[in-house]
């Protein structure tokens, strides 16, 4: 199993343009997340799903959209980026249980924005 | 808003030495969880210990959570090189929230050989 993969690994973009960064995995996970680490921040929630179709607001949502229509994949998008989004974006998955269970995670994104 | 928080934000002790990492946090929890992260990589799950339980065991990893002073530590034993990582704790944010967790700022360790 590839477990959490996530594309692309670097990218660089000018103020105002768009991108989309996608999460797969395949372990047949229903919840999916979408994290920002920034220095001294810690993860912090974007968004997540809890299954396929339906997605909810985390933390930091503003800037930010999200699309669950495939089970095993997750999409970020920034519609118009700004240089306030220079972080590294971490996918992570974790089963559906009755207790809360361990997150698996993806390598992470680096975004620049200049 | 951050639930955990981390202590201390940075550790540097030599090989073989037990290195300890302390977090508090706010709310009350089902359970905490410790995560590592190696730079430039994805965080890994380490262990997890229920809000019912005061101790657990994982190999060279021993955690402790104390629910009435809302703090956990985490203390790995006859450190290597090779735990050289960030350590993060993270917190449930209750049932019937997509086993959504929230993070600490994490511990820098780093063991010298």
């Known amino acids: 199993n590839a477990g959490v993969t996530q594309t692309p690994k670097f990218r660089v973009l000018k103020t105002g343009q768009s991108m989309t960064l996608l999460c797969a995995q395949d372990?047949?996970?229903?919840?999916m997340y979408w994290y920002r680490q920034d220095p001294g921040m810690g993860l912090r929630l974007i968004h997540y799903?809890?299954?396929?179709?339906?997605?909810a607001k985390g933390e930091v949502p503003d800037g930010y959209n999200v699309s669950r229509l495939k089970k095993q994949n997750f999409l970020l998008g920034l519609e118009s980026a700004a240089p306030s989004q220079t972080s590294v974006y971490f996918c992570?998955?974790?089963?559906?249980?009755?207790?809360?269970?361990?997150?698996?995670f993806g390598p992470g994104t680096r975004l620049t924005v200049t | 808003s951050q639930q955990g928080e981390e202590d201390p934000q940075a550790l540097s002790i030599q090989e073989g030495e037990n290195a300890t990492m302390n977090c508090s946090y706010k709310?009350?929890?089902?359970?905490l969880q410790w995560y590592r992260q190696n730079s430039g990589r994805g965080l890994v799950h380490l262990i997890l210990?229920?809000?019912?339980?005061r101790e657990k065991h994982s190999g060279r990893l021993r955690v402790t959570l104390d629910t009435s002073k809302k703090s956990s530590s985490l203390l790995i034993t006859a450190s290597r090189a090779a735990d050289t990582a960030s350590y993060f704790c993270a917190t449930d944010a209750g049932y019937n929230q997509g086993g959504k967790l929230i993070f600490g700022q994490g511990t820098e360790l780093s063991v010298k050989p």
């Open positions: 709310t009350s929890i089902n359970n």
């Open positions: 210990i229920r809000s019912n339980e």
């Open positions: 799903s809890v299954g396929e179709g339906t997605t």
């Open positions: 992570a998955s974790s089963p559906l249980r009755v207790e809360i269970y361990e997150q698996y």
């Open positions: 372990m047949n996970h229903e919840y």
